[in-house]
């Protein structure tokens, strides 16, 4: 029958056989999915798998330290994090259409992620065969079923490797659906944090400032959204919604009073859904009470920010993230 421990142990075995004595990488978003699947694959061959964390700076309050510190306690699992916190933000400099931030954070992403891979790869050691994804049944079906193995290319400056290397892909999850995908990730002793995660894109808070992205730009939101999930969790309405993008609107200003002062500051948007799959949504009716708490507090605590305002669009034809 099906249970979390069978499916944990049989993972385990098959993932052995398969990596034997050789190595593994994988790499982490913070995401549910590559968490998972990391934490099996340690269970399974311990300090033969690596794990690559690319901190992008587009994080929200702290996440990086939720995979630096609560994963790799739960998990004992070996990990490389790369700052490249300021790569990212000169690579996004000036830049405002959403497309193109979108393409730079992805090619960035790459890069850094290849570089450390090349980094690991080039230690003594025994050979890195294999890439760890934390693809779901879902994807399988979506992508038609194929697998085999990746083929990462690796074009920059990485002395001493092929020019195409090819892993194995190790896919633990691949049978598995979502809720229990999250049951697995309990049973290993991942924090709640981690395993209950709502959807967060991968490009992060950079599609999520409606401008160009600078650090002090990211640091007001992630106050802003720190505010918001806070309010959300207290109220007991984590479950009822499916994700509550927030969103600054960096280049509108409008005009408010606060204290016995004109201000001249930053909206900032809600955007609670409820969705079964993201691909429809529907604005999430939140009790009052708790939208006027989340705005009190946005705009007393966050400098720069006078204003709050909600999302009432469904998907069509808004989409979940404003970029
Ligand atoms: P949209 O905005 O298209 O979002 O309605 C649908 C769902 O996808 C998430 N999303 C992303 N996830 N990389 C991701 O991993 C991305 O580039 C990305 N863009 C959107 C979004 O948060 C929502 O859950």
Known sequence: SWTTGNVIEEQVALIREQVGDRRAICGLSGGVDSAVAAALVARAIGDQLTCVYVDHGLMRKGETEQVEKDFVAATGVKLVVVDAEERFLSALKDVSDPEEKRKIIGREFIRVFEQAQAEIIADEGPAVEFLVQGTLYPDVVESGGGTGTANIKSHHNVGGLPEDLEFQLVEPLR????????????????????????????????????????????????????????????????????????????????????????????????????SEDAMTADWSRLPYDVLAKISTRITNEVRDVNRVVLDVTSKPPGTIEWE
């Open 175 to 274: 049978k598995l659906f979502k809720d229990e995908v999250r049951m697995v990730g309990q049973e290993l002793g991942l924090p709640e944090e981690i395993v209950q995660r709502q959807p967060f894109p991968g490009p992060g808070l950079g599609i999520r400032i409606v401008g160009a992205v600078t650090k002090e730009r990211l640091d007001l939101l992630r106050d802003a959204d720190a505010i918001a999930r806070e309010e959300l969790t207290a109220a007991g309405l984590d479950r009822d919604i499916w994700q509550c993008p927030v969103v600054l609107l960096a280049d509108v200003r409008s005009v408010g009073v606060q204290g016995d002062g004109r201000t001249y500051g930053h909206p900032i948007v809600l955007r609670p859904v409820s």
